[in-house]
C-alpha cells in the first residue's frame, strides 16, 4: 500500500482499501474494529486524492513530511516567543516575529536601510512617522 500510495497510485489504493472493507463481515464482532479503522482511512483520504502526489514530489526532490515546516515554526518561533520568563503581547508578537525573519534571512542591514530612509524622509516632511505595521513590507533587494 505504501507503494502505491508514493508511486502516485492513490485511486487505486482506495479501490483496494473498499474491497477490504467489503470483504469484512458486517455482523461479525471481531471486524467492528477493522470496519470503523478502514471506513475512517477512506474518508479521510477520499476528499485529499488531489493533495498526494507524493510520487511527483518525491521526484521532484521536494518533502512530503511536516517536519521541515514544523522545525521552522520551532527555529523562528520557538527561539524567540518562548524561553522561560517571556511574556507577549499578540500585536507586538507578530512585528517581533517579521524582526526575527529578518535577522534570520540576512537582510538586517536591507531592512535598517530601508527603514532609516523612510523614516527620516517622513521626518524631515514633518510626518508623523508609524514604526509598526500588521502588513508585510517588501524588502529592497541587496545590491
Same mark, same amino acid.
Given at each position: 500500500m505504501k507503494t502505491l500510495l508514493y508511486g502516485g497510485r492513490v485511486k487505486e489504493l482506495l479501490s483496494q482499501l473498499r474491497e477490504m472493507l467489503k470483504l469484512l463481515s458486517k455482523r461479525a $464482532?471481531?471486524? $467492528?474494529? $477493522?470496519?470503523?479503522?478502514l471506513s475512517a482511512v477512506i474518508k479521510y483520504l477520499d476528499p485529499r486524492v488531489h493533495m498526494m502526489k507524493y510520487k511527483q514530489y518525491i521526484e521532484e526532490d521536494l518533502p512530503i513530511a511536516s517536519g521541515i515546516a514544523e522545525?521552522?515554526?520551532?527555529?523562528v518561533v520557538g527561539e524567540r516567543m518562548d524561553c522561560s520568563g517571556m511574556r507577549q503581547i499578540p500585536g507586538r508578537a507578530e512585528a517581533l516575529l517579521h524582526q526575527r525573519c529578518v535577522e534570520l534571512n540576512g537582510d538586517w542591514e536591507n531592512f535598517f536601510d530601508w527603514a532609516y530612509k523612510n523614516w527620516r524622509s517622513k521626518?524631515? $516632511?514633518?510626518?508623523?512617522v508609524l514604526i509598526?505595521?500588521?502588513?508585510?513590507?517588501?524588502l529592497p533587494k541587496a545590491a
Amino acid at each position: 500500500m505504501k507503494t502505491l500510495l508514493y508511486g502516485g497510485r492513490v485511486k487505486e489504493l482506495l479501490s483496494q482499501l473498499r474491497e477490504m472493507l467489503k470483504l469484512l463481515s458486517k455482523r461479525a $464482532k471481531r471486524d $467492528k474494529r $477493522k470496519r470503523e479503522i478502514l471506513s475512517a482511512v477512506i474518508k479521510y483520504l477520499d476528499p485529499r486524492v488531489h493533495m498526494m502526489k507524493y510520487k511527483q514530489y518525491i521526484e521532484e526532490d521536494l518533502p512530503i513530511a511536516s517536519g521541515i515546516a514544523e522545525g521552522a515554526a520551532r527555529y523562528v518561533v520557538g527561539e524567540r516567543m518562548d524561553c522561560s520568563g517571556m511574556r507577549q503581547i499578540p500585536g507586538r508578537a507578530e512585528a517581533l516575529l517579521h524582526q526575527r525573519c529578518v535577522e534570520l534571512n540576512g537582510d538586517w542591514e536591507n531592512f535598517f536601510d530601508w527603514a532609516y530612509k523612510n523614516w527620516r524622509s517622513k521626518m524631515e $516632511k514633518e510626518e508623523k512617522v508609524l514604526i509598526r505595521t500588521n502588513e508585510p513590507i517588501k524588502l529592497p533587494k541587496a545590491a
